[in-house]
């Protein structure tokens, strides 16, 4: 079995212990996803090297649900080009025009 060298951010645990400072999209807004849209997903690495937000791709809604998503930009650590994930994991929505 492989450890990876990253971490899920549950965005409904830091919310809750810090409501005022972590701001979430509401589970209405993240169950109603559908393939195609832009999410933000954050990834807790080992110190000293802390953690990382970036943008994904919903490129497949599953069962539970959950979201197979596919890496939008350059990250600075050791983050994967996919990942599946559940709603606690999804700290924004793109709002705008999706980019390509």
């Not at 212990?17 to 393939?35: D, F, H, I, V, Y």
């Not at 809604?61 to 939008?72: I, Q, S």
């Not at 983050?79 to 793109?94: D, Y």
Request: overall charge negative; hydrophobic content about 35%.
């Amino acid at each position: 079995m492989t450890t990876e060298p990253w971490a899920l951010i549950d965005g409904d645990e830091r919310h809750a212990a810090n409501p005022k400072t972590w701001g979430m999209p509401s589970q209405r807004e993240r169950l109603a996803l559908k393939e195609g849209a832009v999410v933000k997903v954050g990834f807790q690495f080992p110190l000293p090297k802390g953690g990382e937000r970036l943008w994904y791709r919903v490129v497949k809604v599953g069962e539970g649900p959950t979201f197979d998503l596919k890496l939008m930009n350059e990250p600075l650590g050791p983050c994967p080009e996919t990942v599946t994930v559940e709603t606690k994991h999804i700290l924004s929505i793109w709002d705008g025009p999706v980019p390509d």
